[in-house]
Every structure is written in structure tokens, then in C-alpha cells.
């Protein structure tokens, strides 16, 4: 399984803060997120933004990264400064 965390604004127009997703079928974190966009229109919405920023394993990562068993990926807004 992916640990899969969403942040600030994500999470809550996705209404929560992590899900899990089983590591069979993708190989890259832009794999994921097309999976987890199939869970409805929300989360397509929220998951196809290309500003969102990732991060696997608490590293700052890019789409192509490669994913596997245990690994947490987090998602979360472009931060602002004000």
C-alpha cells in the first residue's frame, strides 16, 4: 500500500487527510494521482491542478518519481507568502 496524504486546501476540498492506494497498477507518482482522480469529480478537480506540489517521502519529488510498497506520497498547494 501508498500512504497518501493531502494538505492545507486539498484537504478540504477532498474532505479528508490521506487515503491508501494499493502500489499494483502504477509505477509513478503521476500514475497515482491519475488513480486517486478517478474517485469522483472532487477529486479529479483537486488532483489535476499542475500547481500542486508532491512530495515522496517527505521529500520534495516531481510527477515521474517512481512509486512502490510503503512509500507515503503527500500532495499538497503551492505554498504563499503574504
Known sequence: MIKVLFFA?????LG??????????VTNIAE???K?????????????DERLQVALNQQLSTLDA??????EVA????????
Open 9 to 13: 486546501s486539498l484537504r478540504e476540498q
Open 16 to 25: 479528508c487527510d490521506g487515503t491508501e492506494a494499493e502500489a499494483g497498477g
Open 32 to 34: 497515482l494521482r491519475a
Open 36 to 48: 486517486l482522480s478517478e474517485n469522483g469529480e472532487a477529486w479529479k478537480s483537486a488532483l489535476t
Open 66 to 71: 517512481n512509486v512502490a510498497d510503503g512509500d
Open 75 to 82: 500532495f499538497f498547494p503551492p505554498v504563499t507568502g503574504g
